[in-house]
């Protein structure tokens, strides 16, 4: 069976008259003895790169053209591979507009120049076919830079018609669904993605550079922990025994500092069973980094050198736009503490229970036997946060709210915690680390009291705690989330844009 008469999950009758068009091409492309799904290319440079050596190119002066003949021009021999994105004919000639991922530039095809078969391999070309161009790069006379073709090579034909250029991918949930289309159609997406990687690539360069070493926890944990959210379960068939997907990094890590890894992170994926919006999705990327003999203070440092130095990275500004305002990231960030902030905003005295209550049921809350602690973080959450433009740290939180956090000397109503928020939107956290493990275990019984045994987030993590009783240095934590991160810095207003492939229900 030829390659063209393989299933396509379409009958020829069900067929749109541009898919038989292009299958059509196809079996051209097969009686003329060319391979429509392409071979090994070696040797082409990238667009960007090609573009880079414009300066080679020579005008050949008129004393050695012809007699009667203009001044020509003479380029170097250059090897391009790339997506067809735009064609254009005109009698003998045509024009292609190829592009990589690095870049585009404009193909002339003449027939006299690629010869007669190369000239049928160009009649069975398509928008979205891969295409591989050995020519010499010259401008035209309109001056744009151009490959002259002399040898096409097909890469691949493309079955489906692409969308239009002006009225095709304008859907976001189709545009983030079919993420291989809007990767090759819709401009910047391409660069938004690889900003992520120079990012992530700083971050991890950063880290290495201050002697933090890389590691890899366990992915299915036997105990969701570490922070305060709802597990996807699953199970392993041969244990017999429920497992959970990682909601954080956080107490395997601390096993490490026990272990003598006093400076150790992991930048993975985790999940939580939970709600979806532009600022969430159930899986997510985070950075948890923890130092030993450090404090919250020592990540706050950490945090800021690594936000600018990633923007520095991808090669932005540290103004950079958001929406319509613009964020300055030049450091030093903003340092407030929580109950000043709590009482600037809202006029309340943070230390009074009444007036909290007050505060919090006059702006609709639900106020019932809350502890003081709640309805004061409730407030902040709901009144506070939105306000914090940023980059802001916002420090010493109310110890009952944070039972892995230190708590602060003289002070044990307030933890050693910061959260850095930007224009509202929490990006980092980060603690002076609890390494007591009688208060730890005391502190996790409260946190889990009233919770029946079977809820999954209601069980004790006691190998973490016996792990602590055998001695962790004091430390700072810190945790990122990389996505959001990345919402930032590339003007993403949802998290689904930053994120290859975001979860969707399955189409209909």
């Known amino acids: 069976m030829s390659v063209s008469g393989q299933a396509s999950g379409k009958s020829e009758n069900e067929l749109t008259p541009l898919e038989a068009a292009r299958r059509e091409k196809l079996r051209r492309l097969e009686e003329l003895g060319i391979d429509p799904w392409g071979q090994r290319f070696d040797g082409h440079q990238g667009i960007a790169a090609i573009r880079d050596r414009e300066g080679e190119i020579e005008t050949i002066p008129a004393g050695d053209c012809a007699v009667g003949q203009p001044p020509e021009l003479r380029g170097p021999r250059v090897r391009a591979a790339g997506r067809i994105m735009l064609l254009r004919r005109a009698g003998k000639i045509m024009f292609l507009d190829l592009r990589d991922w690095s870049g585009k530039i404009q193909i002339l095809i003449g027939k006299a120049q ?24 010259k401008r035209t006379k309109t001056g744009e830079l151009t490959i002259f073709a002399q040898h096409l090579t097909v890469l691949t034909k493309s079955l489906e018609t692409p969308p239009e250029k002006w009225h095709g991918l304008t859907d976001p949930e189709l545009r983030n669904r079919m993420r291989y289309l809007d990767l090759a159609y819709t401009d910047g997406v391409m660069q938004r993605f690889l900003q992520r990687t120079k990012i992530v690539q700083s971050i991890r360069q950063t880290l290495g550079e201050e002697g933090f070493v ?53 930048l993975g994926r985790v999940y939580r069973n939970e709600g979806i919006s532009p600022r969430h999705n159930p899986e997510f990327t985070m950075l948890e980094a923890y130092q030993a003999y450090g404090d919250y203070q020592t990540m706050m440092d950490l945090t800021e050198r690594l936000i600018v130095r990633a923007i520095q990275a991808a090669g932005r500004p540290l103004q950079l736009p958001w929406g319509e305002a613009v964020i300055d990231f030049t450091p030093p960030f903003a340092r407030r503490r929580y109950d000043d902030l709590l009482r600037e905003h809202m006029g309340v005295d943070p230390g009074d229970p009444a007036g909290l209550k007050e505060a919090a049921a006059a702006r609709g809350l639900e106020t019932g036997i809350k502890h003081p602690d709640v309805l004061k973080n409730e407030l902040f959450e709901e009144f506070v946060q939105p306000r914090l433009v940023g980059p802001i740290f916002v420090m010493d939180y109310p110890a009952s709210i944070c039972p892995l956090t230190k708590r602060k000397p003289g002070s044990p109503e307030i933890a050693e915690r910061f959260e850095l928020f930007v224009q509202g939107m929490e990006l980092a956290n980060a603690y002076t680390e609890l390494n007591d493990p009688d208060l730890q275990e005391r502190l996790f019984g409260l946190q889990l009291e009233g919770l029946p045994e079977e809820e999954s987030m209601a069980r004790m993590d006691r190998d973490f705690l016996r792990a602590l009783r055998y001695g962790m240095p004091p430390a700072g934590g810190l945790g990122i989330g990389i996505d959001r991160l990345v919402m930032l810095l590339t003007n993403c207003q949802s998290i689904r844009e930053v994120i290859l492939f975001p979860l969707y229900r399955p189409e209909a």
């Not at 244990?239 to 990682?246: G, K, N, P, S």
């Not at 890590?253 to 992991?266: A, F, S």
């Open 114 to 137: 690629v010869g007669e078969t190369g000239w049928q391999v160009a009649q069975c070309l398509d928008l979205g076919d891969l295409l591989g161009v050995d020519g010499e790069l």
């Open 214 to 266: 890389e590691v890899e926890g366990p992915t299915l944990h036997t105990v969701a922990g570490g922070a305060a959210a709802r597990p996807f379960v699953t199970h392993h068939n041969a244990l017999d025994m429920d497992l959970f997907l990682r909601i954080a990094l956080e107490l395997h890590l601390k096993r490490l500092l026990v272990g003598g890894m006093e400076k150790v992170y992991e």
